[in-house]
């Protein structure tokens, strides 16, 4: 598979803090690399280096096969980004805004009129493009904040946080049309430390901790890192502490904890645990409100290989 | 192409401000103006003197009298009493002159007799005892001559009777062109107003850091941006430069500007705008919010405006003020207004003044883009 970009051993300090230390990473032409990692992990301070908006201490960036620096125009010209602040400006309109952003990579007119009619209806905005920055919502101000950096349809898109304080709503359309844009052949690089997002978006994760990639692979790759198999949690009103020591013998159960009427069991490995569990709770007569069970989340495999969880 | 859009997009954003700068320069720099047109026409008043003459009977004093009338307004609605010094005190009599008995044996005679005056305080009074005063010298000189009262008078007459001509060798007509000069002292303000707000603006929101970035990222080359907002910059200080001349020929006349006058202030104008224009471009450097950008525009242009004499003419302005504005470009530019208003010839001995105001203004111009570049490649060391 080609590699849209490559970063070899990137550091990159301020004063005596690492920022980022002695990372590498590939990023595979057509597919969503998701950046994870809690604040302060050193994700924005790669995509900064990547773009050559940061000078590095140590390591070699390319993009497109070629070596990036800050007049490699011909890469940038392939590039969209997507920062984490809003950067639009505010005397301009939603369209002017759009316009002027897609006008830095696209000359010609007509083209561009096109380019910029397809990233509204991308983006949702069409009942808005004659209003200011500051007549929007800040889910639509979020949604303008994309339009403005995939307007030119870019090769390589790098979303840093386009989500952060956006409601439910906008959320879904603009992953969404992130998703579009990865089926229309885009290279997304999308930054991030919800973990639902990157679940649901991204086909290869990796994890960021201190500035060091800590895992990286597929969802699936990395949940298999997890030593939990399952988690089921079952709503149960009362359990004598005689019934709630009988279900640490249960086969393959790791680890169990009630609190305030809901019980949480951990197994390690198996299969049919949920229906094991039911069971268990038909042949001892406990009764239950609710019951599911749970995959391993990145935030279960970020906790087992650091000790915290990703928003800490 | 897309910077100049989005340039020009943002002025048309902003285009109240330059509304707002406008009306007041018309409206308050019609009304400076005015306060300070002045006329050549006047009327010529003769003071109010009332004469006691206790010597009717002689012949000096007769002269006397009759010279009073000829440069005075003789009243005699006044007798020596108390409303006498109530007209004295109110100005309305400018000196009350008694004139003693004998007194023109007595002058004949080369005995000075006094003359007792009364005057009001003002300087009315004061030129009333001039003329009392020139008469009594004159006849006195002649006395030592002993010459009888006859000849005495005849000569005191005949010297009395030459005037002094007066002639003003200036062709120009100053006050014509104060006009024109107040104006474009007023208009200090609402260039640097317009200027120093519209650039600043514009700056701020292409350096605020998110659309910086955005810049930085883009196929454009930052410089060549940069280069872009500074030219589209230049040619916006040049249109106001262009707007405010026109709406000073609306303003002031077209007589009085259509002329060489009309000319130098419209290039030191233009000097000017440029200086404004490095001083919005170095605080630009320095100042990225719109608020701030508003507080720091009204000290520069209100400030300089107020030291530098475009609102209060400078001599009206105490030494200290005048001093300190010495280094604000500003000062330099209504200098040179008020010294074209007094130029009579056009050969570089007498526009000197004027073109050294010019080239200190642009000193500053030059100085302003060296501070400016300073802090701007202190800021992306920083960074």
Not at chain 1, 99 to 121: M, N, S
């Amino acid at each position: 598979m080609k590699n849209v970009i490559e970063v070899k051993h990137l550091t990159k300090s301020y004063k005596a803090h690492k920022a980022v230390d002695d990372l590498s990473l590939e990023v595979h032409e057509g597919e969503i690399l998701g950046l994870l990692g809690p604040n302060g992990s050193g994700k924005t301070t790669t995509m900064n280096c990547i773009l050559s908006l940061l000078k590095f201490d140590n390591g070699k960036i390319t993009v497109f096969g070629k070596e990036m620096t800050p007049s490699s125009y011909d890469a940038k010209a392939k590039i969209g980004v997507v920062f984490q602040e809003v950067a639009v400006f505010d005397e301009l309109t939603v369209y002017g805004n759009i316009d002027y952003f897609c006008g830095l990579y696209i000359e010609d007119k007509e083209t561009r009129a096109q380019y910029v009619a397809d990233a509204i209806k991308l983006v949702g905005l069409e009942d808005c493009t004659k209003q200011y920055p500051k007549q929007l919502s800040g889910g639509l101000l979020r949604r303008l904040n994309i339009a403005c950096g995939i307007a030119h349809k870019p090769k390589l898109i790098f979303l840093d946080e386009p989500t952060v304080a956006v409601d439910p709503q906008s959320r879904n359309n603009i992953l969404d049309g992130i998703k579009k844009l990865r089926d229309d052949g885009a290279t997304i690089v999308y930054t991030t430390h919800y973990m639902e997002e990157v679940e649901i978006l991204c086909d290869r994760v990796i994890i960021l901790d201190r500035g060091k990639i800590i895992a990286s692979g597929t969802n699936d790759e990395l949940k298999a890192l997890a030593k939990i198999e399952e988690k089921v949690t079952v709503e149960i009103p009362e359990l004598s502490p005689k019934q709630l020591s009988g279900f640490e013998k249960i086969k393959n159960v790791s680890e169990v904890e009630y609190d305030n009427g809901v019980l949480k069991v951990v197994y390690r490995r198996g299969k049919n645990n949920l229906g094991d569990m039911i069971e268990y709770l038909k042949e001892n007569r406990i009764n239950y409100d609710k019951i599911f069970a749970e995959r391993p989340t990145l935030n279960d495999v970020f906790l087992e290989l650091t000790g915290k969880e990703l928003r800490d | 192409m897309t910077v100049s859009k989005a340039f020009w997009r943002i002025v048309l954003k902003n285009i109240g401000t330059i509304v707002t700068y406008t009306v007041i320069l018309v409206v308050f720099g019609s009304i400076n103006m005015n306060s300070n047109s002045t006329t050549t026409q006047f009327e010529a008043k003769k003071p109010t003197v009332v004469i006691f003459n206790h010597d009717a009977d002689g012949a000096l004093a007769k002269s006397f009298v009759d010279y009073m009338e000829k440069h005075t307004e003789i009243s005699d609605e006044y007798e020596n009493d108390d409303k006498l010094k109530d007209a004295l005190f109110y100005e309305t009599v400018a000196v009350a002159v008694d004139i003693p008995e004998n007194f023109s044996t007595d002058l004949a005679a080369g005995n000075n007799p006094e003359i007792h005056m009364q005057s009001s305080a003002g300087y009315v009074g004061e030129l009333a005892k001039v003329s009392v005063r020139r008469y009594l010298m004159m006849a006195q000189s002649y006395a030592s001559l002993d010459l009888n009262e006859s000849e005495l008078v005849a000569k005191v007459e005949k010297a009395l009777s030459k005037d002094t001509i007066v002639e003003v060798k200036s062709k120009v007509d100053s006050s014509k062109f104060l006009r024109a000069a107040t104006y474009f002292n007023f208009a200090n303000y609402s260039i640097l107003a317009c200027v120093i707000t519209i650039i600043c603006l514009i700056m701020a929101s292409f350096n605020r850091l998110p659309v910086r970035k955005r810049n930085l990222v883009s196929a454009v080359n930052i410089k060549r941006m940069n280069a872009v907002l500074l030219r589209n910059s230049c040619i916006y200080s040049g249109l106001m430069w262009l707007f405010y001349l026109v709406v000073g020929f609306v303003v002031v006349g077209f007589d009085n500007l259509w002329n060489t006058y009309g000319l130098l202030f419209a290039i030191n104008s233009f000097v000017f705008c440029v200086c404004a224009t490095c001083i919005a471009y170095l605080i630009s450097k320095f100042v990225q919010k719109s608020g701030a950008i508003n507080g720091i525009m009204n000290v520069v242009a209100l400030g300089s405006s107020f030291l530098c004499g475009a609102f209060v003419p400078a001599e009206y302005l105490p030494a200290g003020v005048l001093t300190f504005a010495h280094v604000l470009p500003s000062y330099y530019f209504i200098d040179a207004n008020n010294k074209i208003i007094y130029l009579e010839n056009f050969d570089l001995a007498s526009l000197w003044p004027v073109i050294l105001n010019m080239l200190i203004m642009a000193a500053f111009c030059v100085g302003f883009v060296i501070i400016a570049n300073i802090v701007s490649k202190k800021k992306q060391k920083i960074a």
